[in-house]
């Protein structure tokens, strides 16, 4: 890719001073590894709000409000960082697969959330590590080893664990709403590889940015058409914060997070640490709900952590 194409791409290594190699790989392993894990986090308290508001906003309405405030977010940063964006072939190669991630797979997730469950909303989007494995190879070309399989296997094991799909459910009337979901979880992994790809080159906020605008051209006149046929409920303060929360914390800052985690390590490894947000998610509902937590949660969180570990330790591709 020519260089020209995304002028204001940087690298981050041209900020600091050469590192040895080893130490700057496992520098930029654990940034990754923690960003993802934070993005995850953020996400584990997404599904109850998002839950609520759907109840009051159609599903493509609240995703366009959740686009716009993250969109307004990144620009604010950018501007105080005194950058513009200048729109090239690589730019629309960014806006392409926001469409993927934020027109397709989020209306697939918000449709599902109203359609199903909050806690099938975390059990079946937790299927996003297994899609992004193949979808790595066929298109990063990143090797399937022994290790990380045996890392997938075992952390999805602890997602069942701390979920209990016991609280799952899955009758005939939250079907639709789980292949919904199911859609999202695939669609999403496709997303997460393929900001890796044109992420290579380029400063992650940028495309962060440009990917909440490609999901716009689809949010906004779906959202529309949802405003005026569906309607609306009431908006008060609670509502008001919900909307800031998803738009701000769980749009602009997870979703930076989570780009950076796509970019800085391998898919097949960052794709791990979206299996923290089930555990925050319950820890959340312990804290504030109240809810008892089994030792069965505990287990899981045990292998969901023994999962990062060994993948972490696994050759680099």
Not at 61 to 79: D, M, N, P, Y
Not at 98 to 116: D, E, R
Not at 208 to 216: E, I, R, T
Not at 229 to 248: A, N, Q, Y
């Amino acid at each position: 890719m020519p260089r020209g194409d995304f002028p204001i791409g940087v690298r981050a290594a041209s900020f600091t001073r050469p590192a040895p190699r080893g130490r700057e790989h496992m520098s930029k392993s654990a940034l990754g590894t923690v960003s993802g894990l934070a993005a995850a986090g953020i996400w584990g308290g997404m599904y109850v709000v998002s839950k609520v508001l759907l109840d009051i906003i159609p599903p493509f309405a609240l995703i366009a409000c959740r686009l716009l405030l993250g969109s307004l977010t990144l620009a604010a940063v950018l501007a105080w960082r005194h950058r513009t964006l200048v729109w090239g072939r690589h730019m629309w190669q960014i806006f392409a697969v926001g469409i993927i991630g934020y027109g397709i797979s989020l209306g697939f997730q918000f449709v599902g959330t109203k359609l199903s469950t909050a806690a099938n909303g975390s059990l079946v989007t937790c299927a996003t590590p297994m899609f992004v494995l193949p979808i790595a190879w066929a298109i990063l070309h990143e090797r399937i080893t022994a290790v990380r399989l045996l890392a997938l296997v075992i952390s999805t094991i602890g997602v069942i664990a701390v979920l209990d799909p016991r609280d799952v459910g899955l009758n005939a009337q939250l079907f639709w709403g789980n292949v919904a979901l199911l859609a999202a979880a695939l669609t999403w992994a496709l997303y997460s590889v393929l900001v890796r790809f044109v992420s290579r080159d380029a400063d992650i906020l940028t495309v962060s940015l440009v990917a909440f605008l490609g999901g716009l051209p689809i949010a906004i006149p779906v959202g529309v058409y949802e405003l005026m046929t569906v309607g609306m409920g009431r908006i008060d303060l609670g509502v008001i914060l919900g909307l800031l929360f998803l738009g701000v914390i769980a749009t602009a800052l997870a979703m930076f997070l989570w780009n950076q985690a796509f970019a800085l390590v391998e898919a097949s490894r960052a794709s791990l640490t979206f299996f923290a947000q089930p555990v925050v998610g319950t820890l959340l509902g312990w804290h504030f709900l109240h809810e008892t937590i089994s030792p069965l949660f505990l287990l899981g969180g045990l292998l969901i952590a023994a999962g990062l570990i060994i993948v972490s330790r696994g050759p680099s591709p």
